[in-house]
């Protein structure tokens, strides 16, 4: 064999091993990249923050984000990455009272979907699947609700341990709602 031969065919080989290299990369990258994904939307929501007595003592306190416009209700975590979604709350609020239905077919991760009344007070909790079909509440319930918290799952299950009744306390969100609109 020429030794122009050999030395194309090594090259030949490294170029071959560097494309390889290249393309496996890329997919972590891009793997990665997805999973802290937003959307214009999601990005869009104001922060407030929220607190859920529960218990004879026990409080719960964290931040959300604001979903009160139509484009960013339909969103919520709709294709928001996983890694995201672990981190953040939602807080769905509505101007008047509503009977609607909840889908995560695209949303990355399970998620809890509290619904709450206008008052504040707790109505249902659901755990719900990544990708999933089902609507919460299921077809067969039908209540009206004000407000839906979407947290990751598990987020509220001290809370749904409690016995006591819960009242969610939007006092933040609605100052935010009164000094908007000053």
Known sequence: MKPETKLLLRWGGFIAFLVVLIVMSWNV?????SRYRTTAEFRNMALTNITIPYGETETMHFEARVADD???????????????????????????DVQVK??????????????????????KVYQ??????????PENESFSFRYVLEAPVGYFDAINASST???VSLEAFLQQQVDQEL
């Open 102 to 123: 909840f889908s995560t077919e695209n949303v990355e991760a399970p998620l809890d979907l509290m619904f709450i009344d206008v008052e504040g007070t707790i109505l």
């Open 70 to 96: 139509e484009a960013e209700q339909a969103a919520g975590f709709a294709n928001i990455g996983a890694e995201i979604i672990k981190q953040s709350v939602i807080l769905v609020v509505y101007n008047r």
């Open 165 to 167: 009744r819960v009242v």
């Open 29 to 33: 990258v891009s793997s990665n990249a």
């Open 128 to 137: 719900a699947e990544a990708h999933s079909t089902e609507t919460f509440p």
